[in-house]
């Protein structure tokens, strides 16, 4: 039985169903609070990556004082790191209440999405305090205009600069390239063609790869002097990407824009990112014929994001068989505590030690250590990726935890009805009606297929 | 709801066909005894994620053009001498007495079949897939260790073990295996687990992973016996102390540990993964940290299985080698021929096995990499055919299909 729209659209395109904040009530309704304010940011602020990496800066010079055994430098070193730390662990808390407290759902779900497309793993490289930024700066206001912007946005912010190993990269013929003998680096330029715009299955060969990491050369990013254009560490002359010769003859950081903003429109990448939309949404293998209706949305728009939505939410396959996805751990542990009820505050001063216990450890026991994916691709989608002996243990351990922190004198079968309505059959009532305590039968609730799909 | 795909019912119907009972059977009603596996002898996969580079690893210090390719990483650290023509980095030292024993080798200039689009996440795919280029990634995605289970008599849940949180695709398939992590607990009262079981009855996924965490977490004495009892809205202190221990990642040395444990059980083929290898740049630096990974692995491994090991071989795999020039950043960007690492009491180790194809401008694949000479496909099927006893015909098709295992390189013992 497929349950009904508000119950789907809160599951599957949102963070779950909520004692204190209604389902939408229709498609409209939804991409209308997508098209309006983000009020949810500007309610539940977290700073911005430029902020985070100025105390980048700052515990630099620390480390490097630390290093010449200054005096002092190793005691401010540790005091500097504990408070990066707390400010992460406060990110991390911030970044549960918004989906858990918003209307705006699918908003909450997309910023995911994106964040993940555009994977930038939050270790080494001094991005671990730093990423949280990356996302609030690159990928959140941008998921709802053109998906060139978003690209560019993305893939030339500082921490993907620096992650992906562009900021090493140099032109071998360069000035700096031959003074210093230093040159190329492949790294992002492979990934923002087989990650970010076409797919592996795309239409580019390792020649496009080596001729796009020669355009590349040149932008320029670090912690202390921040972003700039080095042209005397560009690549000289043409290169061909794709079939088009870009950068006539002199290095600039427009012929990276410009090839940016025709990957973004290239069909591959339309087919790549409704590949993508379906198969995070709805199925694992999602039907082609949906994939194929919202490429083309995709297309016809030149990559406007806000009608590739809409195709897909006014597609009847996106709302056909429920069930079919696992909500990965960070989902599940959100919608657990909206349907728990948990209101902001009693999260926004939850103590660094608790946070660690309640939130960032589970993640890791999930497999879904917090903005910490394994490569630059992200997390996987497949139901079994997931739903693993040790993963599913995690989960039933931390729902335990989760209904004796906040499920209060709720009666299990009640709970059973907010957290999943009709999503919710009668054996799952009556089982969970059966549980030693209520804090089991909560806990029960939370573990069942039922909530763990969507 | 409609949870089933007929993807994940079929392959729920498969497995339990494999395991001989019903599909509704449990190991709750119907304890499994387990006899013991039909063979002595063990097998360790490890995955190396990000591509290793073998060429550092197992450096060519005899090949005049190695200096020339890499002017800094030739020099970077130490090296130890293997056999007057390969060295070995000098980060693997705590290895370097397996090698004096015959109990470590590597074979050199080896890749899978994938080639030329050089994705960490294709290559993967393919590597654990143990497929062709015929085949095409992604078309296949069960894991030659499990197809090799299915070849095999007197499997059972326990025979194979995937290990730590990462999905071993590698073992993925119709014949049942254990996955878990060695952080991973369980505490639920056995009301609780029933009713559990209650709800995972309809879910083929949620079942197969309830039924072994319930049965894991008790078997390895991860599960308190308290449960939350009064449902007072506290957490018992052994919940607590628990979820602290969860907070611990495993390392390599933990999974290894873990791994041992098992196979001085009732398992016989076991995997997990080391990251990190992706070492773009300042790879001299770089690489330290996974090849200490390793290191720690093979040496626990070796200790915890005390005489086991004797009659155990490891091999260890990565998706593919890395450029043979480095690149402008000290590091090398993706490639294709690379190394593999054999190491166990069953190896016959203190051997570079393998063709070495010269790194000549004019020998490298595609003027950038390493020619791959071998399949690691083979050296993997020569060992589970001396280790299992496999045919060459059903290793050339069922477990890796259209491979050509070629000559017997006599890798164990």
């Given amino acids: 039985m497929t349950p009904s729209f508000q119950t789907m659209a809160a599951i599957r395109y949102g963070y779950g169903l909520s004692p204190l904040v209604p389902p939408p009530q229709s498609v409209?309704?939804?991409?209308?609070?997508?098209?309006?304010?983000?009020?949810?940011?500007?309610?539940?602020?977290?700073?911005?990556?430029?902020?985070?990496?100025?105390?980048?800066?700052?515990?630099?010079?620390?480390?490097?004082?630390?290093?010449?055994?200054?005096?002092?430098?190793?005691?401010?070193?540790?005091?500097?790191?504990?408070?990066?730390?707390?400010?992460?662990?406060?990110?991390?808390?911030?970044?549960?209440?918004?989906?858990?407290?918003?209307?705006?759902?699918?908003?909450?779900?997309?910023?995911?999405?994106?964040?993940?497309?555009?994977?930038?793993?939050?270790?080494?490289?001094?991005?671990?305090?730093?990423?949280?930024?990356?996302?609030?700066?690159?990928?959140r206001p941008n998921i709802t205009g053109q998906f060139s912007t978003l690209l560019r946005e993305a893939v030339t912010h500082p921490a993907m600069l620096v992650f992906l190993d562009q900021v090493q990269s140099i032109g071998p013929n360069s000035n700096v390239g031959k003074k210093t003998g230093r040159g190329l680096n492949e790294n992002l330029a492979r990934e923002i063609l087989e990650l970010h715009t076409l797919g592996v299955g795309g239409a580019y060969g390792q020649t496009d790869v080596r001729e796009f990491a020669e355009l590349l050369t040149g932008i320029y990013y670090n912690f202390r002097k921040g972003f700039s254009y080095r042209k005397q560490a560009a690549e000289p002359g043409a290169e061909t990407v794709l079939g088009k010769s870009y950068s006539g003859n002199k290095g600039r950081l427009e012929d990276i824009y410009a090839v940016l903003d025709d990957l973004a429109v290239h069909p591959d990448t339309a087919r790549h990112i409704a590949q993508k939309l379906a198969v995070h949404f709805v199925a694992d293998r999602p039907d082609p014929e949906l994939v194929t209706h919202v490429a083309a949305a995709f297309s016809a728009s030149q990559g406007d994001l806000m009608a590739t939505y809409a195709a897909l939410l006014e597609h009847p396959l996106a709302w056909q068989s429920a069930g079919e996805k696992a909500k990965q751990p960070f989902d599940f542990l959100v919608s657990s505590m909206r349907a728990l009820g948990v209101r902001d505050h009693m999260l926004t001063d939850l103590p660094f030690g608790k946070s660690r216990l309640y939130f960032s450890a589970p993640l890791q026991v999930m497999g879904q250590p917090w903005l910490q994916p394994g490569g630059p691709d992200g997390w996987p989608e497949p139901v079994e990726d997931w739903i693993t002996p040790q993963g599913l243990a995690a989960r039933i351990q931390w729902a335990l935890v989760a209904a004796g922190l906040w499920g209060g004198d709720t009666n299990p079968r009640d709970f059973a009805q907010t957290a999943l309505a009709d999503a919710a059959d009668d054996e799952l009532r009556r089982l969970v009606g059966f549980a030693e305590s209520r804090v089991e039968g909560i806990a029960l609730v939370l573990a069942s297929p039922e909530f763990n799909r969507r | 709801m409609q949870h089933l795909s007929?993807?994940?019912?079929?392959?729920?119907?498969?497995?339990?066909?494999?395991?001989?009972?019903?599909?509704?059977?449990?190991?709750?009603?119907?304890?499994?005894?387990?006899?013991?596996?039909?063979?002595?002898?063990?097998?360790?996969?490890?995955?190396?994620r990000g591509g290793m580079d073998g060429l550092d690893v197992v450096r060519p210090v005899g090949d005049d053009d190695y200096?020339?390719?890499?002017?800094?990483?030739?020099?970077?650290?130490?090296?130890?001498?293997?056999?007057?023509?390969?060295?070995?980095?000098?980060?693997?030292?705590?290895?370097?007495?397996?090698?004096?024993?015959?109990?470590?080798?590597?074979?050199?200039?080896?890749?899978?079949?994938?080639?030329?689009?050089?994705?960490?996440?294709?290559?993967?795919?393919?590597?654990?897939?143990?497929?062709?280029?015929?085949?095409?990634?992604?078309?296949?995605?069960?894991?030659?260790?499990?197809?090799?289970?299915?070849?095999?008599?007197?499997?059972?849940?326990?025979?194979?073990?995937?290990?730590?949180r990462e999905d071993m695709i590698v073992l993925n398939g119709d014949v049942p295996v254990s996955s878990w992590s060695p952080n991973a607990r369980l505490d639920l009262s056995p009301q609780g687990q029933r009713l559990l079981e209650g709800l995972y009855h309809d879910d083929p996924v949620f079942q197969e992973a309830g039924n072994t965490a319930t049965e894991l977490a008790e078997m390895l004495d991860m599960s308190s016996d308290s449960g939350v009892g009064d449902g007072d809205g506290a957490m018992s202190n052994e919940m607590m102390a628990s979820m602290r221990s969860a907070g611990k990642s495993a390392r390599a040395k933990a999974l290894a540990r873990f791994t041992a444990e098992r196979l001085n059980e009732e398992t016989r083929i076991?995997?997990?993964?080391?990251?990190?290898?992706?070492?773009?740049?300042?790879?001299?630096?770089?690489?330290?940290?996974?090849?200490?990974?390793?290191?720690?692995?093979?040496?626990?491994?070796?200790?915890?299985?005390g005489a086991n090991w004797g009659k155990t071989a490891v091999v260890a795999m990565t998706e593919f080698g890395r450029t043979v020039r480095e690149?402008?950043?000290?590091?090398?960007?993706?490639?294709?021929?690379?190394?593999?690492?054999?190491?166990?009491?069953?190896?016959?180790?203190?051997?570079?096995?393998?063709?070495?194809?010269?790194?000549?401008?004019?020998?490298?694949?595609?003027?950038?990499?390493?020619?791959?000479?071998?399949?690691?496909?083979?050296?993997?099927?020569?060992a589970m055919r001396g280790l299992f006893g496999l045919e060459n015909s059903v290793l050339e098709s069922a477990i890796f299909p259209g491979l050509d295992m070629g000559d017997d390189p006599r890798i164990l013992l």
């Fill in chain 1, 28 to 139: 409209g309704a939804m991409l209308g609070l997508l098209a309006g304010e983000d009020t949810t940011a500007h309610n539940y602020p977290i700073m911005s990556f430029t902020q985070r990496a100025e105390e980048e800066v700052a515990m630099g010079f620390l480390r490097r004082a630390r290093r010449k055994n200054e005096e002092g430098a190793a005691d401010s070193l540790k005091i500097a790191n504990r408070a990066a730390a707390k400010e992460l662990m406060r990110e991390l808390r911030v970044s549960m209440i918004r989906p858990i407290v918003s209307q705006d759902g699918f908003r909450e779900r997309l910023l995911r999405f994106w964040a993940d497309h555009f994977s930038v793993a939050a270790k080494g490289k001094g991005l671990r305090f730093v990423t949280t930024g990356y996302i609030e700066d690159a990928i």
């Fill in chain 2, 6 to 48: 007929n993807q994940s019912r079929r392959r729920f119907l498969l497995r339990s066909a494999a395991l001989g009972c019903s599909a509704a059977a449990s190991p709750f009603v119907t304890p499994m005894t387990f006899a013991a596996a039909p063979w002595d002898t063990r097998l360790v996969v490890i995955i190396l």
């Fill in chain 2, 67 to 164: 200096g020339f390719h890499r002017p800094t990483l030739s020099e970077a650290g130490s090296a130890l001498d293997l056999d007057g023509y390969f060295s070995l980095n000098g980060h693997l030292s705590a290895l370097h007495p397996l090698w004096q024993q015959g109990e470590l080798g590597f074979a050199h200039a080896v890749s899978t079949p994938y080639r030329n689009k050089r994705s960490h996440f294709d290559g993967q795919d393919m590597l654990e897939a143990g497929t062709g280029m015929d085949v095409g990634v992604g078309a296949i995605r069960d894991g030659w260790l499990n197809r090799m289970l299915a070849k095999v008599p007197g499997v059972t849940a326990r025979t194979a073990f995937a290990v730590g």
């Fill in chain 2, 270 to 305: 076991a995997a997990f993964s080391i990251g990190g290898w992706d070492t773009h740049r300042s790879q001299a630096n770089g690489i330290k940290r996974s090849l200490g990974e390793l290191a720690d692995a093979i040496v626990t491994l070796r200790e915890v299985l």
């Fill in chain 2, 327 to 382: 690149n402008g950043t000290g590091g090398t960007d993706h490639g294709t021929g690379g190394a593999m690492v054999l190491a166990g009491g069953a190896v016959r180790g203190g051997k570079v096995y393998g063709k070495w194809p010269g790194l000549a401008d004019g020998n490298l694949y595609q003027d950038r990499d390493l020619m791959p000479t071998g399949d690691v496909r083979a050296y993997a099927a020569h």
